[in-house]
């Protein structure tokens, strides 16, 4: 059974750093990409930044210079570091695994809330 349990969303002020971690489970880690989206309230989910097994990674335009995604192939891991948060970045932060050729396979973490206000 495939398993994302992400953790590390809270509160912080505009300015402030957060770090979201993505353990999995149940998967063939090195066959899949790995990726973080996110979806704020009455918009539609969107792809924030995915890295792949050899460690290419693609960011959002608006993300750029400020998340850095990165994955620990031996712990099963991928972290999203946000600095520099702003109030737009507020939204649910998903956690999605998707295979590298079989991309309809894919998982989804369960989200967990990124509030950036002061």
């Known amino acids: 059974q495939v398993q994302l349990v992400e953790s590390g969303g809270g509160l912080v002020q505009p300015g402030g750093s957060l770090r979201l971690s993505c353990a999995a489970s149940g998967i063939g880690f090195a066959a899949y990409s790995m990726g973080w989206y996110r979806q704020a309230p009455g918009k539609q989910r969107e792809l924030v930044a995915t890295?792949?097994?050899?460690?290419?990674?693609d960011y959002q335009d608006s993300v750029k210079g400020r998340f850095t995604i990165s994955r620990d192939n031996a712990e099963n891991t991928v972290i999203l570091q946000m600095s520099s948060l702003k109030p737009e970045d507020t939204a649910v932060y998903y956690c999605?695994?998707?295979?590298?050729?079989?991309?309809?396979?894919?998982?989804w973490g369960q989200g967990t809330q990124v509030t950036v206000s002061s």
């Open positions: 890295i792949t097994a050899g460690g290419p990674s």
């Open positions: 999605n695994v998707r295979h590298i050729l079989i991309t309809t396979i894919q998982y």
